[in-house]
C-alpha cells in the first residue's frame, strides 16, 4: 500500500490551464511584479496506506486539479508530493503505478471493451498476459461484465462505459486509485448502482484512492475520511461524523450536512450571546473568555432546533419537506434574521404560511468569529 504526502502545494492557474492542452508542461515564469494566483494554494494533505480519501467542494474549488497533480498530471509551481517518502517530481505519470477513472470515461472509441481493458498490457509488450487478466478482471467487475467485452464503447450505456473504464483501471494493477468525478454523467439510478460497485472493488482491493466529487452522499458513501476544499485550499480533514459535528470554520459547516447548518449573527455581552434581529439569549461558557461586544455567529444543525410557543427565533415557513422515516417535516423559514431550517415532529401539524418560533438546544451550538469564520 501507499502512503501520499503533500507539502505546501501550490499550482497557478496559468500552469493548470496549461497543462489541459500540453502535458508535461514544465512550470510557467511569472512577470516580473505580476501578482501570483494559485489553483492550489499551499495544499498540506496526507492520504494514509489504503483509506480512500474524499475531496469534497464547489465547482473550481481546484480539486480536480488536486488529483491531477498527484497524478502528475500538472506539474507543481511550488512545493512537494512524495509516495512513500519519494518524491515524484520526476516521476512520469505512467511510472508513479496509478489507475485513474475520469468522469468523461476516456475510452478508446475505436477498441472494443476487451481491447481497453487490456491496453496497458498492450503498451508494455504483455500480451500474452492479457487473456488471462481481461478473465480475472471480468470475474470481479460481477454479473453481466463478459457480455460487454465485445462491444465498442458506442454501444453501451454510460453506465456500461463507466463499469469498462474501472475495469481499464484494475487490470492496471495499480498502487494509486484516482477518481475523478466519475458518476457525474449518471442518472440517479445508474449513479447508486455504480457507486455500490465502486465500494466493493474499492473494500477488495484496499488500495489507496483519492475520489474527488462535488456529491456529499457519494463521499459519504465510498470514503473513509474526506478533505473540504475552498478556493485552492484544504478547510478541514475528518472523517463524516467529526466535520458534522465538530466543523472548524463557518464554510464546513454550511458546505458538509443537508440541510446546511444555520448561521445567527450576534454580539457578546456580559458573556451572553444576544441576537442582533431576534429575541434570544444564550449564556456561554466562562472558558470561551469573549470579548464584551465581540461579534460571535451562532451555527445550529436544523435537528438540534426546538419548536417553542412565544419568544426565539420567529420566521414564516415557506417550504415543508417530508422526512417519513424520522417521522418529521424540515421546515424552511424565513425570518427578519434571514432563512433557517428546522425538523419539526410530524404530530405537530406546522402548514406553509404559519408564523412559528424556536430555541437552539444549548449543548448543540457551535460558535464562529464573525470576521475570520473560524471555530471559537
Not at 124 to 130: G, L
Not at 172 to 190: G, M
Not at 237 to 242: E, I, L, W
Not at 318 to 343: D, T
Request: charged content about 25%; proline content about 6%; aromatic content about 6%.
Amino acid at each position: 500500500m501507499t502512503t501520499i504526502r503533500l507539502y505546501d502545494v501550490r499550482v497557478s492557474f496559468e500552469q493548470a490551464a496549461l497543462a489541459q492542452h500540453t502535458f508535461g508542461a514544465p512550470p510557467l515564469p511569472l512577470p516580473s511584479g505580476a501578482p501570483r494566483r494559485f489553483a492550489l494554494d499551499g495544499v498540506n494533505l496526507e492520504i494514509r496506506h489504503g483509506e480512500t480519501l474524499g475531496v469534497l467542494g464547489a465547482s473550481g474549488c481546484g480539486k480536480s486539479t488536486l488529483l491531477r497533480a498527484i497524478a502528475g498530471l500538472v506539474p507543481l509551481s511550488e512545493g512537494v508530493i512524495t509516495y512513500d517518502d519519494q518524491d515524484m517530481k520526476d516521476v512520469p505519470p505512467g511510472e508513479r503505478g496509478i489507475g485513474i477513472v475520469f468522469q468523461n470515461y476516456a475510452l478508446y472509441p475505436n477498441m472494443t471493451s476487451y481491447e481497453n481493458v487490456g491496453f496497458f498490457l498492450r503498451l508494455r509488450k504483455r500480451d500474452h498476459e492479457i487473456p488471462e487478466r481481461v478473465r480475472e478482471v471480468s470475474r470481479v467487475m460481477g454479473i453481466g461484465f463478459r457480455a460487454l467485452l465485445d462491444k465498442h464503447p458506442g454501444q453501451l450505456s454510460g453506465g456500461e462505459r463507466q463499469r469498462v473504464a474501472v475495469a481499464r483501471c484494475i487490470a492496471r494493477d495499480p498502487k494509486v486509485f484516482l477518481f475523478d468525478e466519475p458518476l457525474s454523467n449518471l442518472d440517479a439510478k445508474l449513479r447508486v448502482q455504480t457507486r455500490n460497485e465502486l465500494k466493493r472493488l474499492i473494500n477488495r482491493y484496499r488500495v489507496t484512492g483519492v475520489y474527488v466529487t462535488h456529491d456529499q452522499h457519494e463521499a459519504l458513501a465510498i470514503c473513509d475520511r474526506i478533505a473540504i476544499m475552498h478556493e485552492g485550499r484544504i478547510e478541514q480533514v475528518g472523517t463524516a461524523n467529526m466535520l458534522y459535528e465538530r466543523p472548524l470554520s463557518a464554510l464546513v459547516a454550511t458546505f458538509f450536512g443537508y440541510p446546511p447548518m444555520n448561521l445567527f449573527e450576534g454580539i457578546v455581552v456580559e458573556n451572553i450571546w444576544q441576537s442582533q434581529t431576534a429575541d434570544l439569549h444564550l449564556p456561554l461558557s466562562r472558558d470561551l473568555a469573549l470579548g464584551e461586544g465581540r461579534r460571535v455567529t451562532l451555527g445550529v444543525r436544523a435537528e438540534h432546533m426546538r419548536l417553542v410557543s412565544e419568544g426565539g427565533l420567529r420566521g414564516e415557513i415557506v417550504l415543508l419537506e417530508p422526512m417519513p422515516i424520522q417521522r418529521a417535516v424540515m421546515a424552511y423559514l424565513e425570518a427578519p434574521s434571514g432563512k433557517f431550517a428546522a425538523q419539526v415532529p410530524l404530530e405537530a401539524g406546522v402548514r406553509i404560511g404559519e408564523r412559528i418560533g424556536f430555541v437552539p438546544e444549548l449543548e448543540h451550538v457551535h460558535l464562529f468569529d464573525t470576521r475570520s469564520g473560524r471555530r471559537l
